[in-house]
């Protein structure tokens, strides 16, 4: 019966693999009966069925060899799946365990029996590469106060910050000069972000006030929106292939006041389009999701999710027992980037259209997911657009508060920033466990993606960011210069380089 279950091509592949893997070891031995005993184990098969990441099998079970690697597990799937003349790269792994030597070393540390059929399921990884960061190529000065905050446009080409001295800044990153210094501000600048469709930057402070900027020019595009009464703490823009016209014109700001508001800077008259107030306490993050809904965050320790169009509230997400700190989407960097690619261009047509492909492509049939980080030491997965209750238990391992907290650009990874001076990696669909970043000698107040999901670079009060390998938890670079706690890091989308800024009012530049 297992026989017949092992289809045509997995008996070539196998016969083709027992001929070509390790011909050297049986060469070098003389004696017979041990050439005997290591043709039996060479010998050895395992029945494997491959599936994607729904659980979709991909073709019958594969009679496979026990050594077999992933290179050759990779052209397998690559046959299987039609792509020989344009080959894809994967990742494979078996119960949650990525795959990185040969598939004989996973079973028997998962004990599990060869005569078992073992589910490999693949995924597709990014066919760009984001190359690593190795030095500061500029040191720049300009701003009088601590950097607050940073981050590159959705196409890579600008970069803005935010400091205390009131300024917002924009900075040419080819000349690695200042380009525009904008101020209007009348207190420290707490937070800021980029339109998806790069056109735009708003930017939220201490004063209670929002402007909004055009990054060519650096001028004001309206007069300051007005309405909160205790600073602003976090700024989200509506997803572009949400956005009623082609030009990105709302946002969602949350304030200390306990209240977040959506605007609308293109309105005649009134500017501010809803104001959600059901808080008790601060709302220290929102995010405006891609299947209609604002999700905020607060000090209340509760997660709420509000219907954009309306303002109505459609539930509470209430499991943490302290402060809620960040919230962050399994789409958030999909609709970051809006209509750019990895490269930084954009489809010719509606930038709507290419938008929502981008954002459908990642967040696959299944809903939006979301992961919020506690001062309680503790992660929640949620899938808030269908239900209440977190999809998995609690998420547990970090000794202290988390400040921040990042999916991955493919949502398939999630990091978490602790003031327990590490920074640990979970799955991003189960919510298990995958490894932790330790080597930062202070709290790592930020986290940010390499486009490509493979690096991560954290940011700590010890004055130096750190670039790792996200499948093997090792610290490839250590990167000091600051002159004090860094506060905000970057990756440019894409890929070209990392900035940083913090304590020491210096903004710096990293690149290969």
Known sequence: CRARAVSRFSTIYHRHALATMAPGKRARRDDGADASADTGAADRTVLA???????????????????VTPAQLQQVCNKLLGSEDDPMPYSFFVNEAEVLQELSAHLDQQHIASEDIVPIVYQP????????????SATIAGHTDNIVELYFSPDGRRLATGSGDKT?????????????????????????????DAQALASGGADCEINVWDPATGAVVCPPLTGHRKFITWISWEPLHNSPTARS????SASKDGTAKVWDFSAVGRKCVVSLAQHTQSVTCVKWGGEGLIYTASQDTTIKVWRASDGALCRTLNNHAHWVNSLSLNTDYVIRTGPFDEYGRKEEGDVRDAARKRYEEIKGEGPERLVSASEDNTLYLWEPSKGKKPIVPRMTGHQRGILFVSFSPDGRLIASASLDKSCKIWNGVSGKFVGTLRAHVGPVYRVTW??????????????????????????????????????AVDWA????????????????????
Do not use: Y
């Open 249 to 252: 014109t709302r946002f969602v």
């Open 450 to 487: 390499a486009g490509d999901s493979r690096l991560v670079i954290t940011a700590s009060e010890d004055s130096t960011i750190k670039l790792w390998d996200v499948k093997t938890s090792k610290m490839l670079e250590d990167l000091p210069g600051h002159e004090g706690s860094v506060f």
């Open 125 to 136: 990884q990014a066919v760009f590469r984001v190359r690593a960061v190795t030095q500061c």
């Open 493 to 512: 989308p894409n890929g070209d380089m990392v900035a940083s800024g913090g304590a020491d009012k210096k903004l710096k530049l990293w690149r290969r």
């Open 168 to 196: 917002v800044r924009f900075w040419d990153i080819w000349t690695q000069t200042p380009q525009h210094t904008c101020k209007g501000h009348k207190h420290w600048v707490q937070c800021v972000a980029w339109a998806p």
């Open 49 to 67: 069925q491959l599936r994607d990441e729904q659980g979709e099998p991909l073709g019958p079970p594969l009679e496979l060899p026990h050594g």
